[in-house]
């Protein structure tokens, strides 16, 4: 199959969540996969998911807070540090 007639079965919820970031309440829109793996991040580094999500604020550069967790979750997962694991 070509290229460009490949396509992407596994449908993906985008959902809103509500998380505390420095004593103030955000929301965001994220995909399950990443905020499943972003939550065991902050538990695989015994953190708090407001904690850990805190920190890939404080870092971002640009963009919005999805795109930096996604782009934080990638950069782990690649690292190794991310074991498999199943939905939660």
């Given at each position: 199959?070509?290229?460009?007639?490949?396509?992407?079965?596994?449908?993906?919820?985008?959902?809103?969540?509500?998380?505390?970031?420095?004593?103030?309440?955000?929301?965001?829109?994220i995909?399950?996969?990443?905020?499943?793996?972003?939550?065991?991040?902050?538990?695989?580094?015994?953190?708090?998911?407001?904690?850990?999500?805190?920190q890939?604020?404080?870092?971002?550069?640009?963009?919005?807070?999805?795109?930096?967790?996604?782009?934080?979750?990638?950069?782990?997962?690649?690292?190794?540090?991310?074991?498999?694991?199943?939905?939660?």
């Amino acid at each position: 199959m070509p290229p460009s007639s490949r396509r992407i079965t596994t449908q993906s919820q985008i959902k809103k969540r509500s998380i505390v970031l420095d004593g103030h309440r955000t929301s965001l829109s994220i995909e399950d996969e990443f905020w499943n793996a972003v939550r065991r991040l902050a538990r695989l580094n015994s953190e708090s998911l407001s904690s850990y999500v805190s920190q890939i604020d404080s870092q971002r550069e640009t963009g919005n807070l999805s795109s930096a967790i996604r782009l934080e979750v990638l950069k782990e997962a690649r690292a190794g540090r991310l074991p498999a694991f199943s939905d939660e």
